[in-house]
Nanobody, 116 residues
Framework: VQLVESGGGLVQPGGSLRLSCAASGLTFTDYHMSWYRQAPGKERELVAT????????DYADSVRGRFAIWRDDVESTVYLRMNNLKPQDTAVYYCHARHSRGALYWGQGTQVTVSP
């Protein structure tokens, strides 16, 4: 199983980025997908999540209204659109896949840096 993130980078405050996570080696439609992030010296936190049945989404309070998660089950890819980025959004962003029977997988992470 592989989860490969892309789309991170350096952006100015107020800017936007779109992260992608391409999954392989698993039946994508069986997995609940999420994005987490971890800033230096902080614990990893859940940013956004989307289920695999009714595509229900949920967001951390700190990003609600600025970030959007969606999935393309044909392409086995989950996306995270990040708008109005703030310096406090700086972190390594990780893709996460969770099966209802307990299997868990993580991507390698992609760095997002928000700085003037």
């Amino acid at each position: 199983v592989q989860l490969v993130e892309s789309g991170g980078g350096l952006v100015q405050p107020g800017g936007s980025l779109r992260l992608s996570c391409a999954a392989s080696g698993l039946t994508f439609t069986d997995y609940h997908m999420s994005w987490y992030r971890q800033a230096p010296g902080k614990e990893r936190e859940l940013v956004a999540t989307i289920d695999n049945i009714i595509y229900r989404t949920d967001y951390a309070d700190s990003v609600r209204g600025r970030f959007a998660i969606w999935r393309d089950d044909v392409e086995s890819t989950v996306y995270l659109r990040m708008n109005n980025l703030k310096p406090q959004d700086t972190a390594v962003y990780y893709c996460h896949a969770r099966h209802s029977r307990g299997a868990l997988y993580w991507g390698q992470g992609t760095q997002v840096t928000v700085s003037p």
